[in-house]
């Protein structure tokens, strides 16, 4: 659905993007994440048509997104950061106002409007003026306002920021419909466990580079390997510090009162013999685990200041 | 009818604002009171020395007073609200989302435009009783108060194009208003200083040369063409019984042409008005379309065509 290739973007000495490259299949969920600056949004409004590109290449659907920026506009579906709301304006007349920028006028624009409503929970509020909606109800509109035209690309940028926890579980069930619709949708958000759960793949951006791109599935595996290794002694602790230093796949370890905490880098099989060695040496472990991988270690370690000392 | 989706949202926003009964009521308050304030004076003035000043040439005086009030009004209002039609949506940062959908940027710079426009022509007919006040005694109120209104169109229009042409570059709404009337400056006193400093050299070099008769300015006067206000003075001074060639009392030459210009000096200042106020939204048609990158680097044209998307994403 979207492909980019060795994408740029310069503002005058600071370089944005630096050759990125991205291919999002269809139907997928997108999580884009980076520290602010990393060229997130910057990324969105030149696939948008926002902004343009110093060199490189986008196409959405087949299309090059930078020279048909007239035909890729049906095709994708913007929701910004932030949006700003028109004084005056009822709900209904905002979504009609927007089909209205494509083309769709009538009875058939007020149909899909009302059925649009509906989807995003708004339909009792179809005749509230806008301005005066809640910050998560207006965030649902503009999501609503998003699909006026059915596209199949949909970019959000932090759809879910200065969001309740309770508006921020609806606005990630109409994601999740969405999602069900066979649409492509690419959300950035600072929110990782919910992109977590959400998102069907991500990609973590920094300094203008993808630092890692791939399915939630494998980059959390491979997250899992370099998590460290938390063991409960009860008994016996120098033993199992002076078994644990021998260990070659051991590369560092720190001891919080009775457990020890274990940069590991060996696999499953490793991680058994490891155990197996510590109670035929009679070390008594109570406890014996592998801390979860999850995203926000894989952002900071991906985006701390080693990373940032390589690039 | 297919109605610009722009001008029809910014109708419904600006019906149910209370701003604009307020301004409608407030301008016709100080004609209104212009008119009473010249009508008792007149009396006084009539009861004092016994001639009578209510004669139709003395009393259609307030037509000119109230057609220079609303040319001054237009010329403050229409910045106002034209120069901050874009900036405002981007201030908003609104702007951003009407430029992924599918209208074109000349659909958005009109439907700002047309509601400013209509905007201030609704004020401007709202005023139409009080104009015709000044006709109370006779005359023919409706060519004038209509003329008058044609008029005042053209300025709203050519002064709105100005505010639209600095709304579309301009960050914010403030800067883009004092940018407007700035630009309206240049046009309504900018060209009688050029003219006064061209007058200035021209007799110095008339002066050197030692040439007879009045230094001839020629086909320099044309810039008073683009003067909306050198229009309405020519139009107004017609229009309350002036001379019917008011700009040849001022306007001295005797350049080839410029007799038919100045005869029909009207009909030339507002089409030449029209033509740039058509040019000056192309030009912001231009900013818009700049702000959100249509222009893409050379090298970028010339990368391959529609590369293949499914190969690459399996």
Redesign the interface.
Known sequence: ???I?KLCKRYGKFQALNNLDL???KGEVFGFIGPNGAGKTTTM??I??????????V?V????A??N??EI??K?G?M?D????????KAM?YME??A????I?GDGARKTCRELMALVNLSDKEDAYVDGLSRGMKQRLCLA?CLV?NPELLILDEPASGLDPRARFEVKEILKNLSSMKKTIIISSHILPELAEMCTSIGVMERGHLVINGSIDDILMNAKGSSPLHIQIVDNQETAIRLLKENPAVEKLSIRNDEIIVSYMGTEQDEANLLKQLILNDVAVSGFVREQGNLENIFMELTGPKQKEAV | M?IN?IL??EM??GA??IKMPLIVMLLNSILAFIVILFFYAYGQVMTSSGIDLYSLRSVVRIFKILGWVEICFISVAVPIFAASSISGER????L????????KPMTIIVGKLTSSVLTILLFIVSTIPVLSLSFVYGGSVVNKVFGLIAILMVAILYFGSIGILTSSFCRNSIGSIILALVFEGLLVFGTLVVLGLIALVVELIWQIKDLKGTADLGYTWLLLLVNPFVTFYEYISKATGGNAEILREIIDTNAPGMEWILKNWLFISCGVQILLSFLNLKLASVAIRRT??????K???K????????E???
């Open positions: 659905m979207l492909q290739n291919s999002i299949p409004k030149i948008c048509g926002l902004l343009s590109a110093t060199s490189g290449e196409y659907d087949g299309i090059d930078i020279k920026k007239k506009k049906r994708i913007y910004p932030f949006f700003g709301v028109y004084d005056n304006l007349e106002f927007y209205s920028m494509y083309g006028v306002r035209h | 297919k989706p029809n949202k419904k926003i149910r604002s201030e908003r940062q609104t951003d989302i009407m430029l992924t959908t599918s209208a959100r990158g249509q222009k893409v680097k090298k970028n044209k990368s391959k065509k529609n590369q293949p998307v499914e690459a994403t399996n």
